[in-house]
Each structure stands twice: as structure tokens, then as C-alpha cells.
């Protein structure tokens, strides 16, 4: 269905140009098939042989379409970042040499956007695909979407396209696009591709939150799977109970806490982006920051541990308060529930526990945690909510219902991977990619085929790159995460397209100069060294602050 509808936007872009011998010739003659964007796009035609390029001048360039097209709340804003990252210039902008290969360049004035669907709602599965041409007839760029995410990103694509040549003037950049006439026609391969943030081990700040967002859309990410609280802090003011925040996030409170306000303002602007956001508050276990509000909550084991009490009823009523504030904060219809990592041995060293257990005929607290996590998605059903969890709630064989998402973390978990797929329970993959390990480059990421394994394919929906943050704040969140996100991303945004690993080496670290040129502090690619034609600035002046060593005093 997905790519009858590609082709079907590829078939109304020709037919919406003239039709002469001409102009066909010009779209598709010549053509060659090579990957010069990314995410790669499933297919990037450009004409070879030929000394034709397109010339944009910024302030000459139109953006046309219906009122609906460039005025809803998606594609407005993306158009204005559009313009502003064209007068994001290289370093040394007044060296560059006009029109250096003599080439023979064709104005092109106008991008035309044209939006099918009138539909603005954003879920899972929403059609992301798109179609650019440029041609050297009607000199403009036409880009066709059947939603105006899949209008978000062929801009994206599209701003890739243009090189910047040089300077008409102190101010005016010119920028060149090769290849045309050319024809892109793209549709990711996964519905689920997602970045990881832990907020509960080292509070990030909602800036930084806001300015990732604009790079997972960069990136052609659609998830961001914020593990909001953990052992070390709450930091979710929950409406039902704010003293969880007030005694259990990092001090001076309420200054690192995220309130319901800041939770919308990431929603909201996440939206603009193509962006779901998917909130984890993990159970029975990662929940010792509870117990600093509520430590009755918590099993004794003989102290305090890092586990709830399955036993109490008083647990359940808790976790209804989370899961109902949830709902209220959270429009998507997926959550992840947790489920990882439970101390069963803290259960098992409870005296109370293992009392209840023999009670209710349990001899091993794994029957316990059968009995949390059924209550648990019993809740989540309750409240219309598609449950995520870890896969030891699969391993385990606890009682899963159907709709249930298996998230895979264990690295490329054949075994488990196979048997959810008898099963017929979907999947996500978060183990090929945990940002964390540093000993593992983009091009180790990039080697993880998330449909690799025998059974049913489609039930592998995607996955997500996972930021853990024992030793990440703000200080160094960004350069952590990309480019090696990236290579995660177009892994899902592209498959296991053949073609597009030839040359992606050049064309990660091109993106990853884009990323740099767009504000974004992005780590080097290469290990051989490298440049961008604009670098990271260093901001900090020689002299601005006292030195460690201050050479005056020690003469």
C-alpha cells in the first residue's frame, strides 16, 4: 500500500508539468541512481553527463502552494527554519570562487509544496513519504506529500540538495544544486524510529530537550522515548503527586523538575516535527526515588530497595495515579511500562513478601512479578494505552496482552527476536544502539539489520538509539549522541538498502558539517582526521576567565 502510494505521487508530479517530449526527456533521461542525502531516500535519480545546474538565490526563492500547504502549524515553521538555514554560512564564505566549474546555471525560483491530505493528526503509521523534482523547464522544484510530515521532510531533503557556491554579495549567499534534472522519491522503511533520553540520572535541561527534537527531525526520528525518572530522581511532577518531585528530584527543588507545562511545550513543539513523544515511568523495579516520598511503597529487603512492594494494595492505587496523569499529559497511544532489571531477590529477602506469597500459594517471586505486571497492563489497558516493555517481561513468559510491544535491549537478541515473532508480538530494537558504550562508533551502529532474523519481518516495527545518562548532562549530551544517532537513523529510515552503504562514509560526514552549519555541536565522523567548511566556534576567549595557573601571581 505504502508504495503504491510513492508511486502514485511520482505519477501525479509528471503529470502536473507539461507534458512534451522535451520536459519528459528532461525529468528522466540521463538519470543515474546514486545517494547524496540523509537519511538515504529509497530512490535519488540524478542526470549525469550534463553541465546543467540550478542557482537559488535566497532572496529570490518562493515558496508556493495552497494556503493549507505552507500555512498549517507543521509546514509553516518548517518553512521558516528552511530560510534561516540558508544564511547559516561556511567559515571563510568570502573565498569561495563563482562558478568555478563553469557550469551552466538555470534560476530556480520556487519550491512548490502541495499537501494531499487535510489530515494533521500524528500516530503511528502516519504516511511519511514524499517526491521532489527539479527540472530545467519549468525551473522550479515541486515537492508532492500525502501529509505534511512527509512535506517536513522532503524540505529536509531538499535543503540538502543545495551546495553553497559563493557570494553574490557581503550578504546574499548563492547555492547551487547539482544533478538536475532530478527526481527523489522516498518513504522511510520502519514506522518507529526513535532516540532514548534519560532524564532521571542527570537532569537535561528543557532548551537542550527542545533543540534535540530539531535534530531527531534532521534526522528523519519520529520518537522520542523520554525515560523521564529512575533510582536516581523523579523529577515528573505528577499531578496527583507532587511531593514525588518535591522529594525525590535533584535540589534545589523545584528548579530540576519537569512540570506539566514544560511536558506540553515538548509535546507541542515535538508535533511540529513529526515527532511522538512516548513517556516511561519504569516498574516494579529503577523506582528507588519513590521512596523518598512514599517509603512505604517500597519492599524492605531488609532495607529499602530499588523495587516497589507488588504486594500492597496501596502500589496498585499509586501506579493508577501514574498512569491516569499519564493519559491526561501524553496524547500518543503508545507507553512504555518498563519491566526491566526487577530485584526478585529483594522480594525473595522480605520477610512481609515472602509471608504474602505463601498466602497466595507463590513459591518463586518470578510468580510475583507475573502478578505486578498484569495488574500493571491491566491499568494501561484501562486508560486505552498501547504498553511497551522491556524484554524481560517477554523472557520471563509472564502474561502479555496482545498488543503488547516488546522492546529489545539485550544487543541484537536473536533468540528472543524470533521467539516474539512465533508469538506474533511486535517489536522494537534498542540493543544494536546504546549511545552509552562509547567503545562502539557509528559504523559499528550502522552494521544492525533490525529485520535480520527468520520470521515475520513486519512485526519488527523499528526502534530507537538509547541515550543512558550515568555520564551524560548537558555539557556533552549533544556531541554523545550525534552523528552516531544518525547511523542508527538512517538504518531505520532506510533498511537495508545496498546501495546506500557505498558511499556513506562520505555522505554521514557531510551531514554531520550540515549538523555543525545548523548549530549543533555534532562529533567528528572520521578517525583520520577532517574539517567542516563552518567548524564548532569555541566561544570561551583566551584571558576571559582566570586561568588554572595564574602566571602573575607565581612571578
Known sequence: MRTTTINCLLLLHLLSFRI?????????????????????????????????????????????????????????????????????????????????????????????????????????????????????????????????????????????????????????????????????????????????????????????????????????????????????????????HPEVAEKGSYPPYPHRIYTSDDIRLVIQEAYKL???????????????????????LMAQCPDPGDVVDATKPEVYDFVEDVYNDLSNLFPDSMVHVGGDEVSLSCWSNSDSIAQWMKEH?????????????TRLLRIVDQFGKTPIVWQEVFNENLTLTPNTIVDVWKGFDLPTIEEASRQNF??????????????????????????????????????????????????????????RASAAAERLWRGNLKTAQVNIEERIHKFRCRMVQQGIAAAPTVSHGGYCPHEVPYLREYGEHNSRCDIASVA
Open 20 to 240: 512534451d517530449g522535451a520536459h519528459v526527456r528532461s525529468v528522466r533521461e540521463h538519470q543515474a541512481t546514486e545517494h547524496r542525502v540523509f537519511p538515504a531516500a529509497k530512490s535519488e535519480g540524478y542526470s549525469i553527463g550534463t553541465e546543467i545546474a540550478g542557482r537559488i538565490q535566497p532572496k529570490d526563492l518562493k515558496i508556493t502552494g495552497s494556503d493549507f500547504s505552507i500555512q498549517n502549524e507543521v509546514i509553516k515553521p518548517a518553512i521558516e527554519r528552511f530560510n534561516k538555514s540558508l544564511y547559516r554560512l561556511p567559515d571563510y564564505k568570502e573565498l569561495y570562487e563563482e562558478n568555478p566549474d563553469q557550469l551552466n546555471l538555470i534560476p530556480i525560483q520556487t519550491v512548490d509544496i502541495q499537501v494531499v491530505s487535510s489530515d494533521t493528526k500524528l500516530y503511528h503509521g502516519v504516511d511519511e513519504g514524499y517526491s521532489i523534482i527539479i527540472d530545467d523547464v519549468s525551473q522550479m522544484a515541486t515537492i508532492r506529500a500525502e501529509t505534511v510530515f512527509g512535506a517536513l521532510y522532503a524540505l529536509e531533503t531538499f535543503a540538502q540538495l543545495l551546495d553553497f557556491g559563493w557570494m553574490a554579495d557581503d550578504t546574499e549567499p548563492i547555492y547551487i544544486v547539482r544533478g538536475i534534472p532530478l527526481t527523489i522519491v522516498d518513504e522511510p522503511s520502519y514506522t518507529y524510529r526513535g532516540l532514548l533520553v534519560d532524564t532521571a540520572r542527570h537532569y537535561l535541561p528543557v532548551p537542550l530537550l527542545l533543540d534535540t527534537l530539531q535534530t531527531m527531525s534532521m534526522n528523519k526520528l519520529n520518537v522520542l522515548h523520554w525515560h523521564i525518572v529512575d533510582d536516581q530522581s523523579f523529577p515528573y511532577q505528577m499531578e496527583s
Open 274 to 296: 513529526g515527532i511522538r513523544v512516548i513517556p516511561e515511568v519504569d516498574l516494579p523495579g529503577h523506582s528507588a526515588s519513590i521512596g523518598h516520598s512514599h517509603p512505604g
Open 361 to 373: 500459594n507463590m513459591t518463586d517471586p518470578v510468580e510475583l512479578y507475573e502478578y505486578f505486571e
Open 426 to 483: 511486535s517489536m522494537v530494537l534498542s540493543g544494536c544502539w546504546y549511545l552509552d558504550h562509547l567503545d562502539q562508533s557509528w559504523m559499528k551502529f550502522y552494521e544492525c539489520d533490525p529485520r535480520n532474523f527468520s520470521g515475520h519481518l513486519d512485526l519488527m516495527l523499528g526502534g530507537h538509539a538509547s541515550m543512558w545518562a550515568e555520564h551524560v548532562d548537558s555539557s556533552n549530551f549533544v556531541s554523545r549522541v550525534w552523528p
